[in-house]
């Protein structure tokens, strides 16, 4: 017979772990960014404050391929589902790593990086993954992997199916998971960011036949909402496209409604051809998710010239405010973070913002035959992330270009909206943001984690070249002057500190296959120039090859190529650096921020990132770009990569501090996923590197306690 004393000894020891034990079933992370609400939040605490310094590797899987990987691994009932670089979708035992199958063609399949794959299920017999390659959705067998032939045609289904006659042999793919809402999936789609670009109309398609099940117009058609608000007939021009959800969307199953951020209008920083406010561009849209309907939008940007697109899903999640008569009231809310450092706030189901935002003046355009719209948004709160407004005294501290640089920003244009112009117009966060795709995680108490990057960019506008200016060039210098020369330069020689490399010689390092590919079907952030005609690819192949003599003899210089649509162009896209390649404002160069959005007061920020070599040189922690999300859990911790620098990183999400480091085999640009298996908690992140510079990678590795 136990001692009284003995017997409650063991009580309380068993009620010390009760949460523990509660927590012993597998636990999935069923859905891109970890559920409808893209939250990337876990209720998981078997890996917590006080033992994650414990971690270590417990597999790793090499993909098939090296390269940029942006997926965020989903897992469902001990399987977890990704998609290499060259976008072949694989199985693994969740709990070893060890193949189980995969699917795709990586000689043909490499023209995007993908954010990851869709799981369906009727919760009896049929289990699908979804996911794109090219302008094709794919059904899957989730047991074998192999295409379901009743879905569409063997298997696929056309993205374009929904975009009408404007979409025809255009650019268009997905690189971000769709949305499941009962038995439809609602698909983004990334589309070309010019004059070329196809129309981005929300469509929503049959899970089990691949019909198309509704589609919203985001160019809106005559009689339909917001059709004002454009040139009349706009929405059947071909040199006016886009206005697409390329970020993914949330969705509120038990409301039917679901949550879509849309981009600008195209071409991006030019819109003398679109004068208006364009909607549905640079919108929160709420769409009823059964039919396409929309109950209601908000507007972020007028008439953007900035490519100020939404960057990443909105959070689904529920605070608490002070009613009118004082009194707390919990609200249903839809979260949305911005390129510019803003979190946009609203009633889930009025779209009432539930902070202020006041309509300000901006200043307005002098280029010919550009219209802004004469005011912007500014919200008001919650409290921005990212720095708003830059001066003289923010040039790199540590650079040896600072005067330069200081004459160079006393040059370009500055301030909330200034217009793109031929002078240089400085663009505050970057084009890439402040947030970006990888989205920002919320915790059930309404505090919402997001990283972003510190970096401006110089926007300039130049006259596009005139029929009289190309004449004397070849074929296929003309191709590429018109459609490549605003990232690769004119000569060439492009900007690898800004992500584009230079194709001097590039027959040297890939083939001529290679090059067609890419020049057919994009790679990473490049579109495909599915509008050239044949003749134009093969001139601007055998120009890059420096044998176009040979190969294009009588090709004509006519055709869509050598008439520039619009009166302007970028020189391309610059990022503001001194000569070392280091950014040339004063860190943070990136920043990780807690923001309570009960009171839209931020809670902390912290640099995120580091240059080792500035580090070893004593130089203070300055943040880095990042791309990729963060995961927050109920083990009181947030998880991330994302640096440049290739570090896994864990903090204490309460007040920020660092607890846990580990150096990747190759950096993550990507958002990790956690999930518990037969009693075990574990942490996977996708580590291809590429981007920024980094070292190429294939691996996925995940991490759990001994």
Known sequence: MFRPILLMAIILGCLAFYPRFQESTDTDWPEYLGGPDRNHYSPLTRIDTGNVQKLQVAWSYSAPDTGQMQMNPIIVKGVLYGISSALQVFALDAATGRELWRFGDPFKSNTSTSRGVTYWTDGKDDSRILFTTGPWLYALDEQTGKPISSFGETGRISLRTGLGEQAKNKFVISNTPGTIFENVIIMPMRLSEGSDAAPGHIQAFDVRTGKLAWVFHTIPHPGEYGYETWPKETWKNTDVGAVNNWAGMAIDRQRGIVYVPTGSAAFDFYGGNRKGTNLFANCLLALDARTGRRLWHYQFVHHDIWDRDFPSPPNLLTIEQKGADGKPRRIDAVALTTKSGHVLVFDR????????????????????????????????????????????????????????????????????????????????????????????????????????????????????????????????????????????????????????????????????????????????????????????????????????????????????????????????????????????????????????????????????GEYPELKAAGTPPTGSENYGGPVVTAGGLLFIAATRDGMFRAYNKRNGKLLWEYKLPAAGFATPSTFQLGGKQYVVIACGGTKLGTKKGNQVVAFALP
């Open 349 to 608: 189901v009025t779209g009432k913002s539930l902070f202020p935002i006041k309509e300000v003046a901006v200043e307005q355009s002098t280029l010919p035959g550009e219209a802004t719209w004469p005011t912007q948004p500014k919200p008001l709160g919650p409290s921005p992330f990212s720095r708003q407004s830059l001066t003289e005294s923010d040039m790199n501290p540590y650079s040896t270009d600072r005067d330069s640089l200081t004459a160079l920003f006393r040059r370009i244009k500055k301030g909330y909206y200034a217009p793109p112009d031929k002078r240089g117009t400085l663009v505050f966060p970057g084009i890439d943001g402040g947030a970006e795709w990888g989205g920002s995680a919320v915790d059930p108490s309404g505090i919402l984690y997001v990283n972003a990057n510190e970096m401006a960019w110089i926007l300039t506008m130049i006259d596009a070249p005139k029929q009289s200016e190309l004449a004397h060039l070849s074929a296929g210098e003309q191709v590429y002057t018109l459609n490549c020369s605003g990232c690769h330069g004119r000569d060439r020689q492009g900007n690898a500190q800004s992500g584009y490399p230079s194709l001097v010689e590039i027959g040297q390092r890939r083939d001529r296959d290679y090059v067609r590919q890419i020049v057919n079907n994009g790679k990473g952030m490049m579109p495909g120039f599915t509008a050239l005609k044949p003749a134009e690819k093969q001139a601007l192949i055998a120009f890059l090859f420096g044998d176009e003599k040979q190969e294009v003899m009588g090709v004509a210089k006519t055709g869509s190529a050598t008439k520039p649509p619009l009166p302007y162009k970028i020189t391309g896209y610059t990022k503001f650096l001194d000569s070392k390649g280091y950014p040339a404002i004063s860190p943070p160069w990136g920043t990780l921020t807690a923001i309570d959005l009960n009171t839209g007061k931020r809670v902390w920020q912290n640099v995120l």
